[in-house]
């Protein structure tokens, strides 16, 4: 197995964060950025900024009242 190359890494390490790689997919990208010292160390970078923004933004809820009316709009809107 040979590393990846720039764009290739650098789609497959947001695939891999956000969840989108299957496993085996998962194992392969592991494997091949621990034989590259400059894409770990990318990769533990990113990890580390996603991890900050994650702590330190919070996602605020809408209050029921509205997720109520949009979730009867929706329902009004398929309904016909």
Known sequence: MST???NDF???MIMFLDGELNKEKSQDFLIKINKSPEQLALFRKELYFREIIKENFSRHSAPSF???KIQSK???RSSY
């Open 10 to 12: 650098h789609r497959t």
């Open 74 to 76: 929706i329902n009004k």
């Open 4 to 6: 990846l190359n720039e």
């Open 66 to 68: 509205v997720e109520e």
